[in-house]
């Protein structure tokens, strides 16, 4: 299973074509494509506010992938990986925090292009 970043969803629906090629690779592949609830709000909330075609095609991506959830054992982790984090003087964004500790939680891959997640310890990060 993979979790598929924000940035990853958003170059997929303009039609980047290295997002598109690493969508027809993951297709093929038969693995199981997730998101995580900020990751599905940052698409979401960008699409709307610029309305138009792209925000029904969002609405259906991310209808299509399955949503990881934020469960007590995600808040822990992201819990744990923020202080990490502040102890190495390393902060992320808070959206970007929770991405991370959610597919942390669920062992997943991240497929992203943002090189704030090489950062998160223990995170398997997969750049397009």
Same mark, same amino acid.
Not at 21 to 35: I, Q, Y
């Given at each position: 299973?993979? *979790?598929?970043?924000?940035?990853?969803?958003?170059?997929? @629906?303009? $039609?980047?074509?290295?997002?598109? &090629?690493?969508?027809?690779?993951? &297709? /093929? *592949?038969? &693995?199981?494509?997730?998101?995580?609830?900020p990751?599905?709000? +940052?698409?979401?909330?960008? #699409?709307?506010?610029?309305?138009?075609?792209y925000? #029904?095609?969002?609405?259906?991506?991310?209808?299509?992938?399955? @949503?990881?959830?934020?469960?007590? #054992?995600?808040? +822990? /982790? /992201? *819990?744990?990986?923020?202080?990490?984090l502040? #102890?190495?003087? &390393?902060?992320? $964004? +808070?959206?970007?925090?929770?991405?991370? $500790?959610? *597919?942390? =939680?669920?062992?997943?891959?991240?497929? /992203? =292009?943002d090189?704030?997640?090489?950062?998160v310890?223990?995170? +398997?990060?997969?750049?397009?």
């Amino acid at each position: 299973m993979v *979790s598929l970043d924000a940035c990853y969803l958003i170059d997929l @629906l303009h $039609g980047d074509s290295a997002a598109a &090629e690493l969508a027809t690779r993951l &297709e /093929t *592949s038969g &693995e199981l494509t997730c998101v995580t609830p900020p990751a599905s709000v +940052e698409v979401l909330a960008g #699409e709307m506010h610029v309305g138009g075609k792209y925000f #029904e095609k969002a609405r259906d991506l991310l209808a299509s992938l399955h @949503l990881l959830s934020f469960d007590n #054992e995600a808040v +822990e /982790t /992201t *819990s744990r990986l923020a202080a990490r984090l502040m #102890e190495r003087g &390393e902060r992320i $964004g +808070e959206g970007d925090l929770f991405i991370a $500790g959610i *597919s942390l =939680r669920h062992h997943q891959r991240l497929i /992203t =292009r943002d090189r704030v997640f090489a950062r998160v310890p223990g995170l +398997e990060v997969e750049f397009y």
